[in-house]
């Protein structure tokens, strides 16, 4: 009977102590739960989320490079051992077997590279709007799982169609997480200066996400299979799905329904700044999205390059991308009046980068050009995209998800073109002249950043966001207050007199609130 007297008074033990370990689990994560709700702590999670969202969409946008044309090629020779044992069984007289030209081939391959940034360059402008109208958080997690699909798809895809549809799939999520990304960035950090940091931050992910990834790839797939490296970048991306579902909350926010109505992406587009901004992009990005498809071939004719070599060619490029960054976000703190002109020596440096490109004859002559090319491109990327913010929140209305849609745009026009247009650029010119028209496009385009060079003295002004909206009072309440507004511009301000009734009455007010900050 001992033992069993023992077991009545340990299970009252153990009770306890099991509701004593509840008790402070409960404990530690309500006070996780307010940690994570703090503001300053809850925007450095938020840009820990996004930037993650970031380096994965780029990892996969690149780890496909020493991946997928060894992978295809395989099926085709697989393919075509089995057409000869067909044939040979057959007894067919005809000796030859028809084979794939390699011309074909390699506009598959070619396709298949662009297709991520065609499905992206299409929804963007529906993922834009959509953003503005739920916010961003929703966005942020279904691109998240869309990428996660894409990932996995990438893993156990075994023929082209199915990498096909993995790489389409990728595009789709990528136009809502890479957008409502950035803009939740932008919304989140209001000041100009930490704005600027913060997106240099971001910056940063996606230059090491594309500079790292193809060297990633190629040992993993080496060492380890086609699958391994999709996987584990899905598995990443589960985490920071389940990250961002646990600290945005998505689907129980409550704050969609205060949020303004942005403006429209097709009057963003015809804004005269932003639309500098944005030829600027894709301007600045060409030379990079049209020298990965091409300088590997260029690199086995001119320098007999080695694998190794090949594949570790962008890899230096990322240090010098990140000291761009890092030196323009503390040039922007002290002088933030020069953003344009630290986008200006940005597209001087990738043109005269690219110009020299092809003089190179050997691996460390190329670094040099190559480090400058991505050098220019983190002083434009990082200058201007917190000017399409600013010019929101001065022009129109402070919602993000339509103006860094059209940035998202910019960038996928250059990366359609890219593996498309690039390969018959060099076979009908040459690589000389595709080195030189990128150069110097981009040199010319420099000087209409001048554009922008009053843009940090603007002031918000109703006047002229109601004649970029071209939106008249929509009722009673808003005509009274268009009215307000116009008296008040004028100088005259409301009293009212003994009676309650509502008079206008000369005032005198300050530069400030005049319409200096208006630019025609």
């Given amino acids: 009977m001992e033992p069993d007297g023992n077991r009545e008074e340990q299970s009252p033990n153990v009770a306890q102590t099991a509701a004593s370990k509840l008790s402070q689990m409960g404990e530690r994560t309500k006070i996780l739960g307010n940690v994570i709700q703090d503001p300053e702590r809850q925007k450095r999670i938020i840009l820990v989320i996004v930037c993650v969202a970031l380096l994965l969409d780029n990892m996969l946008y690149m780890v496909i490079v020493p991946i997928i044309p060894d992978y295809l090629e395989g099926l085709q020779k697989a393919a075509d051992n089995a057409q000869h044992a067909i044939v040979r069984h057959s007894n067919s007289t005809n000796s030859s077997t028809p084979k794939a030209p390699t011309g074909n081939f390699d506009l598959q391959i070619g396709v298949l590279f662009a297709s991520k940034a065609i499905v992206q360059l299409l929804v963007n402008p529906i993922s834009g709007t959509f953003i503005d109208r739920v916010g961003y958080d929703i966005p942020l997690f279904i691109g998240l799982n869309v990428m996660f699909l894409s990932t996995l798809t990438f893993a156990f895809a075994e023929n082209y169609a199915t990498l096909f549809l993995a790489r389409s799939i990728q595009g789709l999520g990528s136009a809502f997480a890479d957008t409502s990304g950035i803009a939740l960035i932008a919304d989140r950090y209001t000041e100009e200066t930490e704005r600027s940091k913060a997106l240099g931050i971001a910056l940063a992910f996606i230059s090491f996400g594309s500079l790292v990834a193809p060297p990633y790839g190629g040992v993993l797939y080496e060492f380890a299979g086609k699958r391994v490296p999709f996987l584990i970048l899905a598995c990443i991306c589960l985490i920071d799905g389940v990250l961002c579902l646990t600290v945005l909350k998505p689907f129980s926010n409550q704050e969609r329904g205060n949020m303004p109505v942005g403006t429209p992406i097709y009057k963003l587009m015809i804004d005269p700044y932003i639309a500098v901004v944005a030829g600027a992009l894709i301007i600045c990005n060409i030379p990079l999205a049209f020298l990965e498809p091409t300088i590997a071939n260029w690199m086995e004719d ?186 008040k511009r004028k100088g005259l301000c409301t009293t009212l007199d003994e009676n309650g009734i509502e008079t206008f009455v000369q005032r005198s007010y300050s530069e400030e609130e005049s319409s200096g900050g208006e630019y025609a």
Avoid at 478 to 486: A, C, P, V
């Fill in 302 to 487: 001119t320098m007999q390059a080695t694998e190794w070599e090949i594949g570790m060619t962008w890899f230096p490029a990322f240090f010098p991308h990140v000291l761009g960054v890092y030196l323009t976000v503390k040039l922007a703190a002290k002088h933030p009046h020069l953003q344009w002109f630290y986008g200006a020596m940005g597209m001087v440096f990738i043109g005269a980068s690219s110009c020299t490109v092809p003089a190179c004859k050997n691996f460390g002559q190329l670094m040099i050009p190559l480090c400058g090319v991505c050098f220019g491109i983190a002083l434009v990327d990082t200058a201007l995209l917190p000017t399409l913010g600013f010019l929101v929140d001065v022009r129109h209305v402070s919602v993000y998800g339509s103006v860094y849609a059209i940035a998202d745009i910019s960038y996928c026009v250059a990366y359609a073109l890219g593996p498309v247009v690039a390969g018959q650029i060099v076979h009908n010119l040459g690589f000389v002249q595709l080195n030189l028209g990128m150069g110097l496009a981009n040199v010319l385009y420099a000087p209409a950043l001048l554009l922008l060079k009053n843009v940090s003295q603007m002031k918000p002004s109703f006047s002229e966001r109601n004649m970029l909206l071209e939106d008249g009072p929509t009722g009673l309440y808003d005509t009274i207050k268009m009215e307000q507004r116009e008296k």
